[in-house]
């Protein structure tokens, strides 16, 4: 049996998918004339309860976007030290927007208002970088699933207000917090000045994200995604996957969360494991014993066929996923339960 537990990225389209992938309405998007592009991008608008929305090829490119337009060259934003925008998006912050960040290590990739006052420089003391804005991200990626309770994200927008910062979501994985949490879309639309969402991930499309705002900010979205190489034409296709997986594959995300919390429980049990990190949604992030070299085991795991990743210093990741089988799951249960170190 091959199993495949790197990422919840590499699923691809299911069958109902596919066909209305194939049944779409499309034109050119880049002169706003694809029928269904424009649709997905009304729906998570009002899903959300934002003015408007835009379609990006990637969760990065919606980020890096959102960036751009709160921020001017010089300046400064927020964020935790294990953010995707921080570490995984090629350094674009300073290439793309010339701006610096000020990292907070936060708890699980999560930061509360506190901790973000703590960062802000006064704004008239004009030797440091003017603090503009500050990016959640919600679940938390390198945190391993985290999600964040509404109340921290309330107190953190009273900061903002206060300061006069932007408030941005890299959301890649909100679909995940929703349903773990029962929380509804338009409670971060009303928090947030900026979310961008991602179809590619647990949602199981093939491609596509999409950052949401005011029409002033989408406005400017559009012109910056322009700059950044990211106008498609007949991307129907990709929207009406993206639609598609909204529709019907968002509540199967209770699904991967439930084999993420058997995939624990199981590893707590077992001699050659040292900890298990919390987790909340998708996510399995855990440490082996000293004694254990870590890709002698991802070697060993792999010639039985199941394949995950490390994260450096020491935490290996495994991510569940739609395409991540019942039987798949017993298989990875058996195998690991049954090694021996
Ligand atoms: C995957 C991911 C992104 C970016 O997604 P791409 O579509 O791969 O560019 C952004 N933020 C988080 C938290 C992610 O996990």
């Known amino acids: 049996m091959k199993v495949n537990l ?5 699923t691809l389209p299911s069958p109902g998918m596919l066909d209305a992938m194939y049944a779409a309405k499309v034109g050119d998007d880049v002169f706003k004339e694809d029928p269904s592009v424009n649709a997905l991008e009304e729906k ?27 921020t001017q060259p010089g300046e400064q934003l927020i964020c935790d030290h294990y953010s995707h925008i921080f570490n995984y998006e090629g350094g674009g912050i300073s290439f793309n927007s010339g701006v610096s960040c000020n990292l907070i290590e936060g708890d699980r990739g999560r930061i509360n208002a506190e901790q973000v006052a703590s960062k802000i420089n006064p704004p008239d003391f004009y030797h440091s970088p003017l603090s503009t804005l500050v990016c959640l991200e919600n679940t938390t990626n390198k945190g391993g699933g985290a999600y964040y309770e509404v109340s921290e994200i ?58 949401l705002g005011s029409n002033e900010d989408i406005e400017k ?14 991307a129907g296709f990709l929207a009406e996957a993206a639609s598609y997986a909204i529709d019907n594959h968002w509540e199967h995300l209770s699904e991967d969360h439930r084999k993420a919390s058997e995939l624990k429980d199981c590893l707590e049990t077992l001699n050659y494991i040292q ?6 949604t998708n996510i399995v992030i855990f440490k082996l014993i000293d004694s254990i070299e870590e890709n002698d085991f991802i070697k060993k ?3 039985l066929g199941i394949r995950f990743i490390s994260m450096g210093q020491g935490k290996l990741r495994m991510v569940t996923h739609r395409d991540y089988s ?8 058996d195998i690991i339960k049954a090694l021996k170190f």
């Open 6 to 10: 790197i990422s919840d990225t590499i």
């Open 44 to 70: 998570v608008a009002k899903l959300f309860g934002k003015e408007n929305a835009l379609f990006f090829p990637s969760g990065t490119m919606a980020n890096q976007t959102a960036i751009k337009l709160h």
């Open 154 to 211: 309330e107190a953190i927008r009273s900061v903002c207000n206060k300061h006069n910062l932007g408030l941005h979501l890299d959301g890649a994985r909100l679909w995940n917090a929703m349903i773990a949490t029962g929380q509804k879309p338009e409670i971060f639309g009303s928090l947030f000045d900026t979310i961008s969402i991602c179809f590619s991930k647990g949602l199981g499309a093939p491609v596509g994200s999409a950052l």
């Open 221 to 234: 979205a559009i012109r910056i995604r322009k700059i950044f190489g990211g106008g498609m034409r007949q």
């Open 275 to 280: 900890r298990v990190e919390p987790v909340d």
């Open 301 to 303: 795991l792999d010639a």
């Open 326 to 333: 019942q039987l798949q799951h017993e298989y990875v249960l």
